[in-house]
């Protein structure tokens, strides 16, 4: 905790300067549109916030959240301008984010720091809506490469990480995982995950698919 907290004043700043490009991709991949509930899962500072809060407009819902309360605290100063922004203080691992409140979310290098991954990408199938999509980027750090040993051992000192691959337990709960590009080494992805069928009233939708 006093880590990421440290972190929200130091390097998340410098990362939020050159989060432009991705943020960008995220956007244009879920094909937000006006009055959609859109979840945004470890959002560190909130980065992200200012283009939820455009492309869902007004009428739609931004909830974003985080487990460090430095994060959330920086979070929270950045999206007090829109009355439809909620930022959270939660763990992803053990938070009910309301079941099938959410047509999107988004987790921008935010699975493979949580401890229990596949809670939180259970719980993140939950919160959206039969027809939801979540945008993901992250590290495979399950994968054992000369790029992903330091950064392994970094994940398990610092954040619990116990092994879990985010594109193998993304397929264990959704009913589509496509790479968006795909990235030389695979030690880092960036992937669409689609939920068609709610598992608990086992009703399907038609598959969403973003315009262009």
């Known amino acids: 905790m006093q880590l990421w907290d ?3 004043l130091t390097y ?3 990362l939020d300067r050159f989060s432009g490009t991705l943020n960008r991709l995220a956007i244009d991949e879920l094909g937000l549109e006006p009055g959609e509930a859109v979840l945004d899962i470890g959002c560190g500072t909130g980065a992200l916030i200012p283009a939820l809060a455009e ?8 909830v974003a959240m985080d487990f460090s309360p430095r994060m959330v605290d920086v979070a929270r100063k950045r999206a ?13 691992c053990d938070t009910n984010h309301g079941a099938g409140e959410f ?5 921008l290098g935010a699975f493979s720091a949580m401890p229990d991954m596949r809670h939180a990408i259970a719980n993140a199938a939950d919160a959206l809506r039969p027809g939801g999509r979540l945008f993901v980027f992250d590290v495979r750090l399950a994968k054992k490469t000369r790029t992903t040993r330091f950064l392994r051992a970094a994940y ?15 397929r264990e709960v959704f009913d589509e995982v496509e790479p968006v590009f795909r990235i030389e080494g695979e030690t880092t992805t960036v992937v669409m995950a689609r ?4 598992r ?7 598959p969403f698919r973003p315009a262009g």
């Open 6 to 8: 440290f972190a929200a």
């Open 12 to 14: 998340y700043r410098v």
């Open 55 to 62: 492309a869902v407009g007004p009428q739609g819902r931004v």
């Open 80 to 92: 007090a301008r829109w009355q439809n922004v909620e930022v959270r203080l939660a763990d992803a």
């Open 103 to 107: 047509d999107a979310a988004v987790a």
């Open 156 to 170: 398990r000192r610092i954040a619990g990480f116990g092994g879990a691959d985010v594109v193998t337990e993304l």
């Open 195 to 198: 939920k068609f069928r709610d």
């Open 200 to 206: 608990a009233t086992d009703s399907a939708c038609t």
